[in-house]
């Protein structure tokens, strides 16, 4: 994930949007299940839009009542009564549309969510490596709110709008042809207008999306590692780099606003004086035709009516761009490439009567009569295993070592060595370029990912605990685990005293990734949450490199409780917690240059002798 003085162009990047109608044809494809209610929508605004025509046209023959000899004021009320009962019918028609546009673009909504956040969980870890979490926090939020906005709202004005914009064009021409020729002819006219505006107008929505993203990355990222800006006194740096950010977001919503914002008045101006000329060619139909006063009156109201639905559509394109553009995002994070799919006789491993056994599908011919039904045994294997992250860039070069059920293999070197290269690869985060990787003499990518995943406990450096209570964030190792193996678990890792002297003891409510809790403790909990996953294969990376030497003691005291009778995997920086390993491997470069226990290479007198004696010093 990029630090805090990450490139700026990389952060914005947005890659080649998607066609148009391609997300427009996605994004509606959330409304499918609601088509029931969609027409009632559409029935409710054809309602409402043409009560509203009616209503205006009913004018015509009220006025021409007025001005004739034969007007009283019962044909007056008689007239305003119907125009009333056919306007409540609109409004009714109004409101009830509005219910039900409600809960279709909740429901589409809540659909969006959960298909991305469902993805998000199965994107791989690479994907999370390279993409900040802001940005990603972004898609949830401002993206699928902008999505919101236009489902709810923007569609259905759209819909009135161009159905307002048929039946005017409809009754103007029943009134009067000659002075629809004149309206009709100002229409391209304020299409052209309204198309060039619109262009540059989803040019810079996009735009806005993207820095708004990349606004919200900078915020989490600066917020969630405030201690270390305040160590290293880079408050003034940080404050710089987000008015860049901020710059950047302003400049674009200022276009995007601008461009947005321009085409109600463009639109509006255009549209007064087509008002103003149907206005004069009118009046002097009246004088020299015989054109009547309330089909004059009408046809006026019209034509600005003509408009007013031409200038609302235009006004809602700035929430259709960025609706549009918040749904390409949203889309690019979906069509993600996720974890590369377990086939479907991947082996699982069960447990049975308190043991581990493989069960292996009749149709797996690789493995159907070497495992079935025999006992799992956590022996872990890497041969001749390479690796790189990025094409062209080797990290692992040919790594071959073996870990016997039981054993505590500890890996020492210098950092960006591969050491926790190793221990991703053994849980699948990455796959290897070349070699193979075995547990029980099975490649683990024969192996059910969430099997694989579920017999191999990881205890990390970086410590992450979740909001809730203390026995619900040890449980997180295995959901089914009961109060009392908890408890058991807590033990193990050294963990049960701390805790009960907590205020609320296992019911202590944690937030803030356990704000409230020393590093130390929050490893033990860390590793109580190991504990109790049962998981037959462990990995310690570096679990003991960030606490004080007190401290240091308790945990290994945990480590080793929790090590027993599982193959073991130890990453270290302090030598001392890795002496009493079966064997060592000392890497260097991607490479093992010296392998063997404690007492074998300090004989040797190599690299381990003098990182050890303290003649040469980790990097």
Request: proline residues 2%.
């Amino acid at each position: 994930m990029p630090g805090p003085h990450a490139n700026k162009k990389a952060m914005l990047a947005t890659g080649r949007p998607k066609e148009l109608r391609r997300v427009v044809k996605r994004l509606f494809s959330y409304l499918e299940k609601d088509r029931a209610k969609l027409v009632l929508v559409f029935f409710c605004v054809l309602i409402s839009a043409l009560s509203s025509l009616a209503g205006s046209y009913m004018l015509r023959p009220i006025i021409n009542m007025l001005v004739s000899p034969e007007g009283s004021v019962k044909a007056l009320a008689e007239g305003v009564a119907v125009m009333l009962m056919i306007y409540a019918a609109g409004i009714a028609t109004q409101y009830l549309q509005a219910r039900i546009m409600v809960q279709v673009a909740q429901d589409a909504l809540q659909k969006l969510r959960n298909d991305l956040f469902c993805r998000l969980q199965r994107l791989p870890v690479s994907f999370h490596d390279t993409n900040r979490t802001g940005d990603l926090m972004s898609r949830f939020t401002n993206d699928v709110d902008a999505i919101g906005e236009m489902l709810t709202s923007t569609i259905v004005q759209i819909l009135s709008g161009a159905i307002s914009i048929v039946g005017t064009l409809a009754l103007m021409l029943y009134t009067n042809i000659y002075l629809t020729v004149i309206t009709v002819v100002m229409v391209p006219l304020m299409m052209k207008a309204g198309q060039t505006v619109a262009n540059r107008s989803r040019k810079y929505y996009q735009r806005q999306q993207a820095s708004l993203g990349a606004l919200n990355g900078y915020i989490e990222e600066t917020v969630s590692g405030q201690k270390v800006v305040k160590v290293f006194c880079h408050e003034e740096k940080a404050l710089q780099e987000f008015e860049q950010y901020n710059a950047d977001l302003k400049k674009n919503q200022i276009m995007a606003q601008f461009f947005g914002g321009i085409m109600g008045p463009v639109m509006g101006n255009l549209g007064q004086v087509n008002y103003s000329l149907t206005a004069v060619v009118g009046g002097a139909l009246c004088v020299l035709k015989g054109f009547d006063v309330g089909g004059l009156a009408v046809f006026v109201n019209y034509s600005r009516q003509f408009s007013r639905p031409i200038n609302e559509v235009s006004m809602q394109m700035n929430t259709i761009f960025s609706a549009l553009a918040g749904a390409e995002r949203v889309f690019d994070v979906m069509d993600a490439e996720p974890e590369q799919a377990d086939a479907k006789d991947a082996l699982v491993i069960e447990e049975r009567a308190g043991r581990s056994f493989w069960k292996v599908s009749q149709n797996n011919s690789k493995y159907a009569f070497k495992l079935r039904d025999t006992t799992f045994r956590p022996e872990v294997v890497l041969q001749d295993v390479t690796f790189g992250y990025v094409p062209g860039k080797t990290i692992l070069k040919h790594i071959t070592l073996y870990a016997k059920p039981g054993q505590k293999i500890a890996f020492v070197g210098s950092t960006g060595a591969g050491k926790t290269t190793i221990t991703n690869l053994i849980n699948r985060f990455y796959d290897v370029d070349s070699g193979s990787i075995t547990i029980d003499g099975v490649d683990i990518r024969d192996i059910n990912r969430e099997c694989l995943r579920r017999n191999v406990a990881m205890v990390l450096q970086d410590t992450h605990l979740f909001t809730g209570t203390v026995m619900e964030n040890i449980r997180y190792g295995r959901l089914d685990a009961t109060d009392e193996e908890v408890i058991q678990a807590a033990r193990t890792a050294s963990a049960h005293s701390f805790i009960m002297r907590l205020e609320h003891g296992y019911d202590t409510v944690l937030q803030g990734d356990g704000a409230n809790l020393s590093q130390g403790q929050r490893q033990l909990l860390n590793i109580a949450r190991a504990a109790v996953s049962k998981a037959p294969i462990l990995i310690l990376d570096e679990a003991t490199s960030s606490v004080d030497t007190r401290t240091e003691k308790h945990i290994e005291r945990g480590m080793d409780r929790l090590m027993a009778d599982r193959t073991t995997l130890v990453i270290a920086h302090r030598l001392s917690t890795v002496r009493n390993a079966d064997a060592i491997m000392v890497l260097e470069n991607g490479e093992i240059i010296e392998r063997g226990d404690h007492e074998t290479l300090l004989t040797q007198q190599g690299r381990y002798y003098k990182l050890y004696t303290g003649l040469s010093e980790l990097e």
